[in-house]
């Protein structure tokens, strides 16, 4: 086994996210794979012996307007189906969850408790400790130029390193670029990268032990951090940025604080340390893209939309065991590069 990485590991998307697992999707094979993750998160604290720091402290989605209340009580329906611990709370119960919750405006919020956090770099790391024990490489600062196809079959790559790399299997697991790294197999694949920032705060006294997420236009979402007390957070912009800048806006600098602020107001004074920028990797529907393709050989592990630290233990797992068995954890096809891309996951 070999890693190719265009950089170095948590030089993209994985070590720029705020470290959220949750379970709480509407697209019930989305649901399933997250199942699978927090059970294999949970599983990796025990086995690695390696703090991960998987903590798990719930998410908490906040219902400012009857339209949203009605969507998470819709939503709450499926996610039940599949055993998740879900209830949708009265104000005062959210406050019980978050002592320093403003009430204002707010008609409750869905909660489920066996969501988390983990520490992005720490779970990456403890991935390639693992890898390398198995005799796996990882090759940093080398760019894939280059996939050889006979025959309708890959069978190796190159890189702008003139480095060259036999194989028959070719998984297509560049976030961002995963639309560039299928150029080079004539596939369209139907990913764009998308700047999204986020901030950390100083260590702080513990306030509230879950994520918070609250999806108005003008919302945020944010966890403090178990291990630390660190405070990070990020909210999505109107209208998004697309395109791989990763440039950091005075704008995000000034508008997170109040939103976070907003919601917490003790957060009113603490100090920001640090901004920074990454890139989610959006598709038309709001799911990830895995799988088979026309090109025996080539698969796609592609497309998280922001949730790619949180669907890789899954993710891993099944697509492991799917190239090699031919056998699938769950509908693999919902995934497809050629599926309906018209329903959308409302949960994003």
């Known amino acids: 086994m070999a890693i190719i990485e265009k950089d170095y590991p948590t030089a993209g998307s994985t070590g720029r996210c705020i470290g959220g697992v949750r379970q709480q999707f509407a697209h019930p094979p989305t649901i399933q794979l997250m199942l699978q993750s927090v059970k294999l998160l949970t599983e990796y604290q025990k086995e690695l012996r390696w703090d991960i720091e998987w903590y798990q402290g719930g998410y908490l989605f906040l219902a400012h307007s009857e339209e949203k209340k009605e969507s998470y009580l819709k939503t709450m329906k499926i996610q039940k189906e599949f055993g998740l611990p879900v209830s949708f709370l009265s104000p005062e119960e959210c406050q019980k969850i978050v002592p320093s919750l403003n009430l204002e405006g707010l008609l409750g919020g869905v909660f489920c408790p066996t969501d988390g956090q983990v520490n992005p770099f720490k779970l990456t790391f403890s991935y390639l400790k693992e890898i390398k ?73 513990p306030l509230f032990p879950c994520m918070i997420v609250d999806y108005r236009e003008d919302g945020c979402y944010f966890v403090q951090k178990h291990k630390t007390g660190n405070i990070v957070g990020c909210y999505t912009p109107i209208p998004n940025i697309p395109g791989h800048s990763i440039d950091s806006s005075f704008e ?97």
């Open 252 to 348: 995000f600098f000034i508008e997170m604080p109040r939103r976070m602020a907003r919601l917490i107001p003790p957060l009113e004074n603490v100090r920001i340390l640090r901004q920074w920028a990454g890139s989610y990797e959006m598709t038309p529907d709001g799911n990830p893209i895995l799988g088979e393709t026309p090109i025996e050989g080539f698969y796609l592990n592609c497309g998280m939309c922001g949730h790619g630290l949180m669907f890789a233990p899954a993710v891993g797992r099944t697509l492991a065991y799917y190239i090699v068995k031919k056998e699938s954890f769950f509908p693999l096809e919902e995934f497809s590069l050629f599926r309906d891309f018209s329903k959308k996951e409302v949960m994003k």
């Open 133 to 205: 024990k198995k005799k796996g490489k990882i090759f940093n600062f080398q760019k894939v130029v280059e996939i050889k196809v006979k025959n309708s079959k890959v069978v190796g790559l190159k890189t702008d390193k003139n480095e060259y790399f036999s194989s028959p299997i070719i998984i297509n697991c560049a976030g961002p670029y995963a639309k560039e790294i299928g150029k080079l197999v004539n596939l369209d694949i139907p990913v764009e990268p998308e700047r999204h920032e986020a901030i950390v705060t100083e260590k702080i006294d």
